[in-house]
């Protein structure tokens, strides 16, 4: 693969994401984070994944806009319906999924960690924030509900009304993530976590994670992609 590596720890496995220089969504990069998906759900031996930024400052910046103001209008919406598609996938990924915030989280990469079962993040260093009250953009149904699951409405309401950004500690102040820790144990306790959770059955593990996720999905999966396709056809036409 040309921008992740696959690191296997013992039960784990470390999913390293490495594109541009602040790891954000292009079509071909999630499209690779997709296949890479579709592997370690193959892999038997794999009992749960981390994901991480192999860029010391970032987690991942979102989505790249330059790369998106590029293409034609039939490749935007095919990325942006495929870029949901990948957080859905994540969402609803039937084996344990644990997040190392490694740094900043914006936006898409924001809305990917919160698809994860389990979030950690650096004590000293990265902001999370969903920015489209400052850029202008519409939030897509599934993407309010997830994060509603994940913070609640109110807290939600106040990160996306204002585009505040976020340390590591007012995160898990707010319940977004599930604790906070210096750079150099970071991923090793995010990977020793996910080795206890590969413990449990498998097969209990993905039914009560499908039950748990049923709702989000399946806006994800109905009502997502039109939103989408509306939305694209107003910015490219003027509005």
Same mark, same amino acid.
């Given at each position: 693969?040309?921008?992740?590596?696959?690191?296997?720890?013992?039960?784990?496995?470390?999913?390293?994401?490495?594109?541009?220089?602040?790891?954000?969504?292009?079509?071909?990069?999630?499209?690779?984070?997709?296949?890479?998906?579709?592997?370690?759900?193959?892999?038997?031996?794999?009992?749960?994944? /981390?994901?991480?930024?192999?860029?010391?400052?970032?987690?991942?910046?979102?989505?790249?806009?330059?790369?998106?103001?590029?293409?034609? +209008?039939?490749? /935007?919406?095919?990325?942006?319906?495929?870029?949901?598609?990948?957080?859905?996938?994540?969402?609803?990924?039937?084996?344990?999924?644990?997040?190392?915030?490694?740094?900043?989280?914006?936006?898409?990469?924001?809305?990917?960690?919160?698809?994860?079962?389990?979030?950690?993040?650096?004590?000293?260093?990265?902001?999370?924030?969903?920015?489209?009250?400052?850029?202008?953009?519409?939030?897509?149904?599934?993407?309010?509900?997830?994060?509603?699951?994940?913070?609640?409405?109110?807290?939600?309401?106040?990160?996306?009304?204002?585009?505040? +950004?976020?340390?590591?500690?007012?995160?898990?102040?707010?319940?977004?993530?599930?604790?906070?820790?210096?750079?150099?144990?970071?991923?090793?306790?995010?990977?020793?976590?996910?080795?206890?959770?590969?413990?449990?059955?498998?097969?209990?593990?993905?039914?009560?994670?499908?039950?748990?996720?049923? +709702?989000?999905? +399946?806006?994800?999966?109905?009502?997502?992609?039109?939103?989408?396709?509306?939305?694209?056809?107003?910015?490219?036409?003027?509005?």
């Amino acid at each position: 693969m040309e921008w992740i590596e696959l690191k296997k720890e013992g039960p784990a496995t470390i999913v390293i994401m490495n594109h541009a220089s602040d790891n954000t969504f292009s079509g071909p990069f999630t499209d690779e984070i997709m296949s890479a998906l579709d592997a370690l759900e193959a892999d038997l031996e794999v009992r749960a994944v /981390v994901f991480t930024g192999g860029v010391d400052k970032y987690f991942s910046n979102g989505l790249n806009l330059g790369w998106i103001a590029s293409q034609p +209008r039939e490749e /935007v919406v095919r990325f942006l319906i495929n870029f949901n598609g990948m957080l859905r996938r994540v969402l609803i990924f039937p084996k344990p999924v644990v997040a190392a915030i490694n740094g900043h989280a914006f936006a898409g990469g924001f809305f990917l960690a919160c698809c994860m079962d389990f979030r950690f993040m650096r004590r000293d260093r990265g902001w999370m924030c969903v920015p489209e009250v400052d850029l202008g953009l519409t939030l897509p149904p599934g993407t309010v509900a997830l994060l509603e699951s994940v913070m609640g409405a109110g807290k939600l309401n106040e990160l996306a009304l204002t585009g505040k +950004r976020i340390t590591g500690p007012e995160a898990k102040e707010m319940g977004v993530v599930h604790e906070v820790y210096d750079r150099d144990e970071l991923l090793d306790k995010a990977v020793g976590f996910a080795k206890q959770v590969a413990l449990k059955r498998p097969e209990n593990y993905a039914k009560v994670k499908a039950a748990l996720r049923a +709702r989000v999905a +399946r806006i994800m999966e109905q009502e997502d992609a039109e939103m989408i396709r509306q939305e694209v056809r107003k910015t490219l036409d003027g509005k």
